[in-house]
Each structure stands twice: as structure tokens, then as C-alpha cells.
């Protein structure tokens, strides 16, 4: 069974066009944006509206609690149930989303790793506050220096989950990585959508200008009110970091934005870098007026 599944650097239009497509193929979309499954991140994610909810069916978005981590491999079974709920009501699955470590432990996955453990992530997580990242990267260093070698030492997400996985298992999570991988139950029908670089640049400074219209220092302010902390990972989304250095006096707004502008456009290229390294992947230029009825007439075909 192939997945038709929309991929591509952020602010590109992915989400618009699985829309369009969706519409007319009796289609559901399974979003596979790591960030969008955060509850109350809305407007710096880009989280698809309410409005675009009624017109189409979206899974696995707004269902984490920002101070949950949620992983690649939870995703990857989280995705298999919904593509087979969707095709048993005789609908067409739509992946779409820019997580590239999600779409490739849906359609390559490692070996079945542990999920996630409150009580050791807490534990984890004072000894981050009281110590720092550098002491935690070492001790991974100590357990797994396959692992930590192939980290960045301030990846805190990749180091948190290293340490994590070696509690639970007892085992370095390199070398749970190199088991016999589980087998996919479906394969990728990559539609990737990219715009040349200056335009794509353009509109990612666009919509994070619209993001601080539509009101997110405000859902920042909201959301530290609630409690949760800014070390947690879904604070740590590009954006939400940068509005929360300018709210802590660290940054001005003016400075907060360039930031966050320039993450999102380093991001983007990582993204494209990712995707483009899939063997046969095809792109499409989603401002083609006739991109809907090329991908149709291309799924028909194939």
C-alpha cells in the first residue's frame, strides 16, 4: 500500500495544497509536523485552523501537553493506526508535514524503541536544571559515545531520550538503532513542494510577520501563564523561543524576530537537504495553478 505523502521545507504551502487534494479525493490528512501536536501552540506552529478542520479530517495534531515529549517512534505507530482506520472507511490517507525523522520512522523504521517514561524524563530534567546539558552529554558520552557522536551537544531533545532509552532498556540506544529493523506496513508516495529560494524566504518572513499580527505574544504570554516551563521542548519551537527571550528582557522584539526569521530560513534549508537526499523524490512548485490536476493525473497513472 503507497501513502501519498506531502513533504517540503516550512512555510512552502504544504498544508494548502493536502487540503486542495484531500477535497478531491476523498482524502484525510495525518499531519507529520512535530510541532503541531502540541496543545495551545496554534499560532506559531501554523497549526491548521478550525475552519480547516470542518472541511477536512486532520490526525495528530493538538493532542500533546507542551511539558510531554512525544517521539519519532510514537508517531510511527500513532500514523499506522490512523492510515488503517482511514482506509477502512474507503478514504484516501494523506501524510503531509516537514518531520522528516517522523515520515522516515513511518516508512523506515528502527527498531522498536521504548516509549517515552514520565517519572525517568522528570528525573532527567532536574538534573538538566541543576547541572546543565554539558554534564548530561557527558554522562552520555560515558553510556553511549556512538550516540553522542552523532548528536549535536546541544541537541537537549536527542541527549534527553539517549539517557532515557539507556534507563529503561539498560541498552545504548545506538546500538538498539543497528537491531533488525521492524518492517514498514506501508511505502511513501513522495510529493515534495519547494519554491526557489528567494521566494520561499519571502514568504517565511511574511508569515511570521502575520504570526505577531495574529496575536502570538500573546498565546506565549498565555501559555507561561499556564505554567508551562520555557526548557520544555515545545517551547523550545523556533518562535516561541525568541518571543520568550524578548518577554525575559533578553532580546527586543525587533532582534526576537530577525531570530526567529533566520531559524526558520536555516531550518528550511536543512529540510530541503533531508528531502532531497530521498532516491525518486519528485518536486512540484505548489504556486502551479495546475498542481492539483498534475498530481492527479500523476497517482492515476502510477
Known sequence: MRIITIVGPTAVGKTGLAMSLAKKISGEIISADSRQVYKYLDIGTAKPSI?????????LIDFVDPQDTYSSGQFARDAEICISEILRKNRTPIVCGGTGLYIRALFNPFHPLPHANKEIRNRLLNILAKKGLEYLYQKLQRIDPAWAKRINPHDRQRILRGLEVYEITRRPLSKLIQSSPKKAKFLPYYIGLNLPRTILYQRINQRFDQM??????????????KGFSPQSNALKTIGYKEIIQYLHG???LEQ???RAKQRTRNFARRQITWFNSIPGLKWYNPQDKKIIELIIKKLRLD
Open 51 to 59: 475552519t480547516d478542520r470542518k472541511e477536512v479530517v486532520f490526525h
Open 212 to 225: 505577531i499580527k495574529n496575536g502570538l505574544i500573546q498565546e506565549i504570554k498565555l501559555l507561561l501563564k
Open 250 to 252: 533578553e532580546l527586543s
Open 256 to 258: 526576537a524576530t530577525a
